[in-house]
């Protein structure tokens, strides 16, 4: 049979079973690695698994059969149960993180202040908005579903778009270098667990977008009016603008 054959061929060529080996092992490392890095649920996973093999080789060397037994099974259980739970994680890392862009378009001094400007006055009217601005990962794919504009950054464009039963305020305004790309996009929510069920659907949206993007969005309660930002799946809240600004300028550096 054909994978008589194949078993044959490694048993015979120990070199390249190893060479195969040790690339298998670190395309699976790898792999890990990265979900790991982009699902913080995976982290929480791979502890629980960590854990239940632990139990489960300690009874074994213990020779505690019925401890050995059950978390032996629970190791196959919570390994199934991961996929399941992560599927999500995996679709979002799998289909929306997109690849490096050759040309990255850069923003002036002048766009950052706009934005700052913009995002304090929608803070002090409790103003709802969502901006995102776009680093080297294409927003294309949520902004090709929204309301193109293309327009030139100014504080008083961003005010009017987001004023409230406008046609354009429901959404996310997506901003690439000195353009205002579209208005009205739509993100992926969140699904992590640990979020305060009180967190609104503006705020799931930015943390959403940044698991699976390295954009920086920036979110104006409009039941409180506080400025918050999300970056890396991790959302913090800004206090004045020259913080808003200092957290923009070096977004934009680190390009």
């Not at 008589?4 to 080996?21: G, K, M, T």
């Not at 699902?39 to 996973?45: E, H, K, L, P």
């Not at 799998?94 to 923003?107: E, G, L």
């Not at 030139?152 to 778009?161: A, P, Y």
Request: charged share 20%; glycine share 4%.
């Amino acid at each position: 049979m054909w994978y008589e054959v194949i078993q044959n061929f490694f048993i015979e060529n120990s070199w390249i079973r190893i060479l195969f080996d040790t690339y298998f092992v670190f395309i699976i490392i790898t792999l890990l690695i990265y979900i790991i890095a982009h699902s913080r649920r995976a982290v929480y996973f791979i502890f629980t698994i960590l854990i239940i093999t632990a139990i489960y080789y300690l009874a074994k060397f213990l020779h505690l059969d019925l401890t050995e037994k059950i978390f032996g099974g629970a190791i196959f259980i919570s390994i199934l149960l991961a996929v399941f739970v992560l599927a999500p994680d995996f679709r979002n890392i799998i289909n929306y993180k997109q690849d490096i862009k050759d040309i990255i378009t850069y923003s002036s001094n002048n766009t950052n202040n706009q934005i700052a400007d913009a995002v304090m006055f929608l803070s002090s009217r409790k103003i709802g908005a969502l901006i995102t601005i776009e680093r080297h990962n294409s927003l294309d794919q949520y902004a090709e579903k929204a309301i193109q504009l293309n327009a030139d950054i100014s504080k008083e464009l961003l005010i009017n778009i987001f004023i409230p039963n406008t046609p354009l305020h429901d959404g996310a305004v997506i901003i690439r270098g000195n353009k205002i790309r579209c208005a009205g996009a739509y993100y992926v929510l969140t699904q992590h667990s640990e979020i305060d069920k009180t967190t609104g659907s503006r705020h799931r949206a930015a943390l959403g977008i940044s698991e699976i993007t390295d954009s920086l969005s920036i979110i104006c309660s409009e039941e409180t009016g506080h400025i918050s930002v999300a970056a890396e799946g991790f959302l913090v809240k800004i206090a004045d603008r020259e913080k808003l600004l200092t957290y923009i300028d070096t977004f934009m550096q680190k390009r």
